[in-house]
């Protein structure tokens, strides 16, 4: 078991009780209940994911962006500012253990709606009669008008979200809810705009014929009004024509357009692997200035994090490494807002220990398991691992990046790192990689101290 030196280190100053959803991006939002400054709630968001599937086993906790895509889904969910509770309905216990960390509320759904055959609608008719005995249903009444929403005549709203979507805007939410509570609209779905040109083949003909367009009329792009390709996404509808229609599509029925790159649904091995792939940019994208890391600790990979992973050797053998002064500065800073710093390195070196020593932060090295270092440190600080960010750049990483809540990587990791990654940096190791995450995690500290509350005015004595 690797040692675990302390150099200067303050020791953390953990926020007790803080139990707040984030993000896909990882901004912090509150979990919909129990929010006193917030608008009353809009709509149910419910999300079925049952442990099987044919296609690709275990899908709904396969990771994307370093989060399982049960996880991802609820987190979207919980940031769309219209949604006042996420459910999610399965039948998997690792599943329902995933969405209750995400911040969800869990109905056991029943062996007989869990199966293949099983359609997603019967699965939400049971989730909505569940809530509805439990006295859960969200339900805006129609007095309870705020801001720019026209809430119509308050009938309760439910939002419909696949988890096999992981790259769900929480604005569109919002718009497309505003559009059905506001009764516009019965029901809208998310579909990505295209004008690709559509063929079918016409046995009878013995050719192939044009679908959506004359094919001896090619019309230029900017001539064709688009079609719409349903994503899969989600479903916003009035809760009561879903029960009376027992199906998704009735009534009036929008489209909320949403972008191309969010349209990936996942149904096999080569549709995760793509949507791994574009994580690291779909996900930045999703926030307005990166991602807000909100954390109360940071741990680290030396070697390629800390350093650019080259060593120079002199004549007498001897070793150093290049690292960034930058890289100190942050790390300096978030020494001063109390959040601790631990380096874990797989290698025996003095040069680690003595820049330990010069950031004044702890380090363990030698460590041949660092999940395993890791997870005995956070206990020992007393600080949850899903409150924890990761920062690697190898395999040997990969323990450690699969137990925090923020496994971030490099940009010239490993494959491996990367897929892991919920989020990956612009700078590279030894070249103010640290410094970014560094500005990540005070950027979010700062975010969150603007969003509490102003003490209440003290009152006179009567």
Not at 21 to 50: C, H, L
Not at 190 to 205: C, I, K, M, N, Y
Not at 207 to 221: C, D, Q, Y
Request: proline content about 6%; glycine content about 10%; aromatic content about 4%.
């Amino acid at each position: 078991m690797a040692s675990v030196e302390l150099v200067e280190a303050p020791r953390a100053a953990v926020l007790a009780g803080r139990a707040a959803a984030t993000r896909v991006d990882g901004s912090e939002v509150s979990s919909g209940t129990g929010r006193a400054d917030a608008a009353p709630a809009r709509a149910t968001a419910i999300i079925p994911a049952r442990g099987g599937s044919v296609g690709l086993p275990g899908k709904n906790l396969a990771r994307v962006g370093g989060v399982p895509l049960i996880a991802r889904a609820v987190r979207a969910a919980l940031a769309a500012e219209r949604i006042g509770r996420v459910v999610v309905t399965t039948d998997d216990a690792g599943i329902a253990d995933a969405a209750r960390a995400a911040g969800a509320t869990v109905v056991d759904r029943p062996a007989g709606l869990a199966g293949s055959t099983a359609s997603s609608e019967s699965a939400l008719l049971h989730a909505l009669d569940e809530l509805e005995l439990r006295g859960e249903l969200e339900v805006l009444p129609p007095e309870a008008q705020d801001g720019d929403l026209d809430v119509g005549d308050g009938r309760p709203v439910t939002v419909f979200i696949q988890a096999t979507s992981p790259f769900i805007d929480p604005a569109d939410l919002d718009a497309a809810i505003h559009r059905v509570a506001s009764g516009e609209r019965d029901v809208v779905f998310s579909g990505a705009p295209t004008h690709a040109f559509l063929w079918r083949d016409d046995a009878d003909a013995g050719s192939m014929a044009g679908v959506n367009h004359e094919a001896s009329r090619r019309l230029r792009r900017q001539e064709r009004e688009p079609e719409y390709l349903e994503t899969g996404a989600f479903y916003v509808f009035t809760t009561e024509g879903f029960r009376a229609a027992g199906h998704r599509f009735f009534g009036r029925i929008g489209v909320q357009p949403v972008d191309a790159d969010h349209a990936v649904e996942i149904d096999d091995p080569a549709d995760l692997e793509r949507a791994r792939a574009i994580a690291p940019h779909v996900d930045r994208g999703l926030g307005p200035n990166g991602p807000l890391v909100d954390v109360d600790a940071l741990v680290t990979d030396f070697d390629g994090v800390h350093t650019d992973d080259t060593v120079m050797v002199d004549q007498l053998g001897r070793e150093s490494v290049r690292v960034s002064r930058s890289d100190g500065a942050g790390v300096a800073r978030l020494r001063a807002a109390g959040i601790p710093v631990l380096i874990l390195s797989a290698e025996q070196n003095p040069v680690v220990g003595r820049r330990a020593e010069k950031l004044g932060v702890e380090c363990a090295q030698g460590v041949g398991e660092k999940g395993e270092v890791l997870r005995e440190w956070a206990e020992r600080r007393g600080i949850p691992l899903d409150r924890i960010a990761y920062l690697g750049n190898d395999r040997g990483d990969l323990p450690a990046l699969e137990l925090v809540g923020w496994p971030i990587a490099v940009p010239d990791a490993a494959p491996e790192a990367l897929a892991a990654a919920r989020h990956v940096l612009s700078r590279t190791g030894g070249r103010g990689a640290v410094r970014e995450l560094a500005d990540l995690i005070l950027a979010a500290r700062d975010a969150a101290a603007d969003e509490e509350p102003d003490p209440a005015p003290a009152r006179d004595p009567e």
